[in-house]
């Protein structure tokens, strides 16, 4: 129970999107400094990531890593000599998991509030709840973007990105006993027209294969830009996966939240940041942040909390 608002149960569906989902981290914080506590913590992908680190404890130490990152260190996270099953470097990726959202030893079962990482079977394509087991490989398993992570074996079953399926996971909250749940949606203009005004500055890399294939790990981190006076040039290999997994994310994320919405649905404008684009988290933090400040009136009113003086 949530002492604030009486009886309610508070639930949070934080959202898929990459890079966007620092934006759950301003959520987050501004939530708290409110006196708004979530009770359920739901989240999908780099939601699962983010919601996981709080409820951890971790988040802190979250915000920390990702505002002291460098392109540098995300292109840390590939191993391009080793890309048979994915790209990302499995001994890194468990080494944040564990140093930065939940240590090896911390099971969902057991923490102080209902927790959910939302997930995609990769059989048969229906959506997968983690309610119990090892926090740090429910989260990895909810991010476990196609082609980028390896699909993490679960019960007898592959599962992958739980965006695939529920990209913002009410009904998940409501399940786990919320009462009210407030939705983050990281895709609302995702398909929008972009901004030309942010340029990537072209860094020099070792004309080697492993050079090429670090371009075009920063070319997927960018592909969410309008390539302007380029409308006639053929879409590059990771421009061309990144936009498709807006549309069918963007497509998903309608459906779902048209037949189950939240109470209360921030949406950070935040479609301008590419996929790996860590470097700009502070930004994404501030938008979560801004959005639900002046979402907080509303919050406060709808589950009976007396407006602050």
């Known amino acids: 129970m949530n002492d604030s608002t009486g009886s309610l149960k508070?639930?949070?569906a934080l959202g898929s999107g990459a890079s966007r989902g620092w934006s759950h981290v301003g959520v987050l914080k501004a939530l708290l400094e409110a006196g708004i506590e979530p009770d359920?913590?739901?989240?999908?992908s780099v939601g699962a990531m983010v919601?996981?680190?709080?409820i951890a404890g971790n988040l802190d130490e979250l915000e920390q890593w990702v505002l002291g990152s460098s392109r540098s260190d995300v292109l840390g996270f590939f191993n391009f000599r080793m890309a048979?099953?994915?790209?990302?470097?499995?001994?890194?990726?468990?080494w944040f998991l564990h140093n930065f959202v939940a240590s090896t030893d911390i099971r969902i079962e057991n923490l102080h509030k209902p927790y959910a990482a939302v997930c995609s079977n990769l059989e048969t394509g229906r959506e997968v709840w983690l309610t119990e087991g090892g926090l740090a490989d429910a989260v990895r398993a909810s991010m476990a973007m196609p082609g980028l992570f390896p699909a993490v074996r679960n019960n007898q079953r592959w599962l992958v990105d739980g965006g695939l399926v529920n990209p913002v996971p009410?009904?998940?909250?409501?399940?786990?006993?919320?009462?009210?749940?407030?939705?983050?949606?990281?895709?609302?203009?995702?398909?929008?027209?972009?901004?030309?005004?942010?340029?990537?500055?072209a860094v020099p890399e070792v004309d080697s294969v492993l050079g090429?294939?670090?371009?075009?790990?920063k070319e997927y981190s960018s592909s969410l830009f309008a390539n302007s006076g380029e409308q006639d040039k053929a879409p590059g290999l990771f421009a061309t996966i990144s936009k498709s997994i807006n549309i069918f994310q963007d497509r998903i994320?309608?459906?779902?939240?048209?037949?189950?919405?939240a109470d209360v649905l921030i949406s950070p404008r935040v479609g301008d940041i590419g996929m790996l684009e860590f470097q700009r988290a502070a930004e994404a933090m501030e938008e979560g942040a801004a959005r639900v400040r002046s979402a907080?009136?509303?919050?406060?009113?709808?589950?009976?909390?007396p407006a602050k003086e």
């Not at 359920?40 to 999908?44: H, L």
């Not at 048979?84 to 468990?94: G, M, P, Q, W």
């Not at 907080?296 to 909390?305: D, N, T, Y």
Request: hydrophobic share 40%; with cysteine; aromatic share 2%.
């Open 10 to 12: 508070i639930g949070l």
């Open 40 to 44: 359920v913590i739901c989240g999908t």
């Open 51 to 54: 919601g996981g680190s709080y």
């Open 84 to 94: 048979r099953t994915a790209l990302v470097d499995i001994e890194r990726l468990n």
């Open 170 to 201: 009410v009904t998940a909250c409501r399940a786990l006993g919320a009462d009210f749940v407030i939705g983050v949606n990281l895709n609302t203009d995702i398909l929008s027209k972009r901004s030309n005004k942010k340029q990537l500055t």
């Open 212 to 217: 090429n294939l670090k371009k075009q790990a």
């Open 253 to 261: 994320t309608r459906s779902r939240l048209a037949g189950d919405p």
């Open 296 to 305: 907080i009136p509303e919050i406060r009113g709808l589950v009976g909390m």
